[in-house]
T-cell receptor
Framework: AQTVTQSQPEMSVQEAETVTLSCTYD???????LFWYKQPPSRQMILVIR??????QNATENRFSVNFQKAAKSFSLKISDSQLGDTAMYFC????????????FGAGTILRVKS | NAGVTQTPKFQVLKTGQSMTLQCAQD?????MYWYRQDPGMGLRLIYY???????DKGEVPNGYNVSRLNKREFSLRLESAAPSQTSVYFC??????????????FGPGTRLTVL
């Protein structure tokens, strides 16, 4: 069974600094997708970034980038130049066609950006 | 283009009461999903519908039923609510391409309290 582990329940960072959120996963499959979702206090689930496992290049979206280590089954999210609006719960998630396109989520990391 | 909409936003039930959570999407997506979010556990899949006319159980289906009314709408029913079903419920949709896994887009959630 696929599992996703986020080992940091809570983190904080100063505004304008960089922070990295950790995620590891377990799967026997070779083709899959990984996601980071953001959930601000509004409760809305917002896609931050997505990585296809067959791509060696790490995904980047503006201030958000990932460090994807397939052999280590690690998928960390780096947020550069942190902003107050980045304060949210961040979820790592795994998905594969062999698993019916169903998302498996980690427990989440609460990130607080301080001014 | 409203994306994924859910009704109601909040609901309080007494143990044993029934209710239906409604979800609709206007993105012409084939697949739809129901998740529940509990503290410290991330989101867990209740049921999903890979395409119109099909439904399948997810990780935590007990106590729930679903109906894929048409391509746009996917409802979740609690026949006899229990306090353990107190949670935040999210509906999501995606358009799996068949050659990979597409991103899931989420509704705003329904906060359900069962007394």
């Amino acid at each position: 069974a696929q599992t996703v582990t986020q080992s940091q329940p809570e983190m904080s960072v100063q505004e304008a600094e960089t922070v990295t959120l950790s995620c590891t996963y377990d799967t026997s499959e070779n083709n899959y997708y990984l996601f980071w979702y953001k959930q601000p206090p509004s409760r809305q689930m917002i896609l931050v970034i997505r990585q296809e496992a067959y791509k060696q290049q790490n995904a980047t979206e503006n201030r958000f980038s990932v460090n994807f280590q397939k052999a280590a089954k690690s998928f960390s999210l780096k947020i550069s130049d942190s902003q107050l609006g980045d304060t949210a719960m961040y979820f790592c998630a795994f998905c594969s066609m062999e698993y019916g396109n169903k998302l498996v989520f980690g427990a989440g990391t609460i990130l607080r950006v301080k001014s | 283009n409203a994306g994924v909409t859910q009704t109601p936003k909040f609901q309080v039930l007494k143990t044993g009461q029934s209710m239906t959570l409604q979800c609709a999407q206007d993105m012409n997506h084939n697949s739809m999903y129901w998740y529940r979010q509990d503290p410290g556990m991330g989101l867990r899949l209740i049921y999903y519908s890979a395409s119109e006319g099909t439904t399948d159980k997810g990780e935590v289906p007990n106590g729930y039923n679903v109906s894929r009314l048409n391509k746009r709408e996917f409802s979740l029913r609690l026949e006899s609510a229990a306090p353990s079903q107190t949670s935040v419920y999210f509906c999501a949709s995606s358009y799996p391409t068949g050659v990979g896994t597409d991103t899931q887009y989420f509704g705003p959630g329904t906060r359900l309290t069962v007394l």
